[in-house]
């Protein structure tokens, strides 16, 4: 089969079933099979686990094959260093790192060391220059040249993380992308996605739950997860169901640690290790299935497509034209209906912007003085030193902070279900030019949080600064710098340091100064967010009509030519679809 790959196939597929990448850009059928067919030829299986940065893909790795916390899971931000888990049965343990610079490798003897090169705290910037690290493991998933890896995040504070991941997928044949339930895949997600599932033979996905999320906002991150993935999935001619497996991974590894079956059980970590297992066993048997099954798809989906040009091309001129005024006139006809949407959807966002900037204004006058009460209270019950002042101011500002953000959290939730009655609406076109609504447009740039946070949307912006103020614990720690960064120069060692300077005079006079600036953080942050999700959803709404409208462009550039063919032209083109036609039967038939 791999020998009908040649150039002839790959200019059939790329003329009547073109893949277009989201900016715009072609990509062409022999890259997009180039590469899936060398990572199939390799002897080894690579396996990445892929998500935005505390996801819980270590806390998932070392559920599923180690005895112990191995990986580190509770760093803020690692460097730009991979951790492959390979297989050994006579060095399980045996820790390596690798350096870019140097052949040498140091073997560290406990999982606490490891800290020291890919926590960001101890090697900032990669400072001391790790191209990578190995954990050998004797478990039987690693058998037969399987290969996990432990990768930076998607969306990870650095430039250079990032690019880490990337020079990964160059490797891979398949992945395991971890992802949200709250909030459920965003934009930069889907973009990241679109960018690296082309190239992959197969990927699985894994929805992580939290303690604290519900089984309706599962079930909710569930619907909207599969709904993008589907759409990603048309997109690149993938031929398959998906499937999510939700597993709460904080459960899995607990139940790990303290050997408890029951919670293994109630985590959903056996069945991601059921279907592991089974994968791993026969990777490449599965990989050159899925591979063979894609193709075949491909096939049946080129040769109804040459069909169709086949009939078009026996038309007369006036019949042609019909035909193509009528395919222009529904793709027009889209486009007005779902500008009509957008229009009135523009006018809701309006109306809820003025609500929120309402909200902001109010809530910043009500927690300024709810704060100035309280630390009232405080330094009246003689808490007066700097140190005890310091973390009592902090520790109110934060405990005043969530709850603005949760009631914030609650309104925007409500004004996304609102807005989707509108937007399930819009209709998008297929690459078979047919129209299909697409029910969770808006739920790509979802508002969903996590708890207590400002929106995701957020996530490209101001990622840093919080860990100084917040010692925030639990599963929102990861991400805790993204809604309230704002603040950190006050809730943090700004604030801490003005009050130590005070010492025991501090009063509240001495407290006025940042408890106004609290409230003028706390309404500065809700406006920011709702400026941000105004201007980012106006924009994809924009760029949503006009790709259809490059869309609308494509097709009467493609109808015109057809039309203004000449008889010598007309015949050429005829014979060259029955040549194609007959290829592609030809190929059926010999794979």
């Known amino acids: 089969m791999v020998s009908l790959l040649d150039e002839r196939f790959y200019a059939i597929a790329d003329k009547y079933i073109p893949i277009w990448n989201e900016d715009g850009t072609r990509l062409p059928y022999a890259s997009y099979f180039s590469h899936k067919l060398t990572n199939l030829q390799k002897d080894e299986f690579l396996i990445p686990i892929l998500g935005v940065q505390g996801t819980g893909?270590?806390?998932?790795?070392?559920?599923?094959?180690?005895?112990?916390?191995?990986?580190?899971?509770?760093?803020?931000?690692?460097?730009?260093?991979?951790?492959?888990?390979?297989?050994?049965?006579?060095?399980?343990?045996?820790?390596?790192?690798?350096?870019?610079?140097?052949?040498?490798?140091?073997?560290?003897?406990?999982?606490?060391?490891?800290?020291?090169?890919?926590?960001?705290?101890?090697?900032?910037?990669?400072?001391?220059?790790?191209?990578?690290?190995?954990?050998?493991?004797?478990?039987?998933?690693?058998?037969?040249?399987?290969?996990?890896?432990?990768?930076?995040?998607?969306?990870?504070?650095?430039?250079?993380?990032?690019?880490?991941?990337?020079?990964?997928?160059?490797?891979?044949?398949?992945?395991?992308?971890?992802?949200?339930?709250?909030?459920?895949?965003?934009?930069?997600?889907?973009?990241?996605?679109?960018?690296?599932?082309?190239?992959?033979?197969k990927v699985w996905f894994v929805q992580n739950q939290w303690n604290d999320e519900s089984k309706r906002e599962v079930q909710d991150g569930l619907e909207h997860n599969r709904k993008v993935l589907e759409k990603v999935a048309a997109n690149y001619q993938r031929n398959e169901d998906i499937h999510v497996r939700v597993v709460n991974v904080y459960q899995a590894l607990t139940g790990k640690l303290q050997e408890r079956e029951d919670v293994l059980q109630a985590s959903g970590i056996q069945d991601v290790h059921a279907f592991i297992?089974?994968?791993?066993?026969?990777?490449?048997?599965?990989?050159?299935?899925?591979?063979?099954?894609?193709?075949?798809?491909?096939?049946?989906?080129?040769?109804?497509?040459?069909?169709?040009?086949?009939?078009?091309?026996?038309?007369?001129?006036?019949?042609?034209?019909?035909?193509?005024?009528?395919?222009?006139?529904?793709?027009?006809?889209?486009?007005?209906?779902?500008?009509?949407?957008?229009?009135?959807?523009?006018?809701?966002?309006?109306?809820?912007?003025?609500?929120?900037?309402?909200?902001?204004?109010?809530?910043?006058?009500?927690?300024?003085?709810?704060?100035?009460?309280?630390?009232?209270?405080?330094?009246?019950?003689?808490?007066?030193?700097?140190?005890?002042?310091?973390?009592?101011?902090?520790?109110?500002?934060?405990?005043?902070?969530?709850?603005?953000?949760?009631?914030?959290?609650?309104?925007?939730?409500?004004?996304?279900?609102?807005?989707?009655?509108?937007?399930?609406?819009?209709?998008?076109?297929?690459?078979?030019?047919?129209?299909?609504?697409?029910?969770?447009?808006?739920?790509?740039?979802?508002v969903k949080f996590e708890k207590g946070l400002v929106p995701a949307i957020n996530i490209a912006g101001g990622l840093g600064g919080i860990a100084a103020g917040f010692a925030i614990g639990g599963p929102i720690g990861a991400v805790a710098a993204i809604g309230i960064s704002l603040f950190s120069s006050w809730i943090g060692r700004k604030t801490k340091d003005y009050i130590q300077d005070e010492r025991a005079k501090a009063s509240m006079k001495d407290l006025e100064q940042p408890i106004q600036k609290f409230q003028q953080n706390l309404q500065q942050s809700i406006t920011n967010e709702i400026d941000t999700f105004m201007k980012y959803t106006q924009e994809v709404l924009q760029q949503y009509i006009a790709q259809q409208e490059q869309k609308l462009s494509r097709v009467r550039e493609e109808h015109r030519r057809d039309l203004h063919l000449s008889e010598n032209e007309l015949l050429e083109r005829r014979q060259e679809i029955d040549a194609d036609l007959a290829y592609i039967q030809q190929m059926e038939v010999t794979a």
């Open 277 to 446: 297992a089974e994968i791993t066993g026969t990777w490449k048997k599965s990989m050159s299935k899925k591979f063979t099954d894609d193709f075949h798809h491909l096939l049946k989906r080129l040769y109804h497509k040459i069909e169709e040009k086949q009939e078009e091309i026996k038309l007369s001129r006036r019949d042609l034209r019909k035909r193509q005024r009528q395919q222009e006139r529904e793709i027009e006809d889209m486009i007005s209906s779902n500008q009509e949407i957008i229009d009135r959807v523009n006018g809701q966002l309006r109306q809820y912007e003025f609500e929120i900037r309402s909200f902001a204004e109010e809530q910043g006058r009500i927690q300024g003085e709810n704060l100035r009460n309280e630390m009232r209270r405080i330094t009246g019950s003689r808490v007066v030193d700097g140190d005890l002042l310091s973390k009592a101011f902090q520790e109110v500002q934060q405990d005043l902070a969530m709850n603005v953000l949760e009631e914030l959290n609650i309104k925007l939730y409500e004004m996304q279900k609102k807005l989707e009655l509108e937007l399930g609406k819009l209709q998008a076109q297929e690459v078979d030019s047919s129209f299909m609504n697409y029910e969770g447009f808006y739920r790509e740039e979802s």
């Open 57 to 201: 893909k270590s806390s998932l790795l070392n559920a599923l094959l180690m005895d112990d916390i191995v990986l580190p899971v509770d760093a803020d931000e690692t460097t730009c260093i991979p951790v492959e888990v390979r297989y050994s049965s006579t060095h399980s343990g045996r820790i390596e790192v690798h350096f870019s610079q140097a052949s040498e490798i140091k073997v560290i003897q406990s999982p606490k060391e490891l800290e020291q090169y890919v926590h960001n705290a101890y090697n900032p910037g990669n400072q001391k220059g790790v191209s990578h690290i190995v954990v050998y493991r004797d478990n039987d998933i690693l058998r037969n040249g399987v290969v996990f890896v432990d990768l930076p995040g998607v969306s990870s504070l650095t430039q250079k993380n990032m690019q880490t991941t990337m020079n990964y997928i160059d490797r891979l044949s398949a992945a395991i992308f971890l992802l949200r339930t709250v909030p459920p895949i965003t934009r930069s997600e889907m973009l990241f996605l679109s960018t690296v599932w082309p190239k992959l033979t």
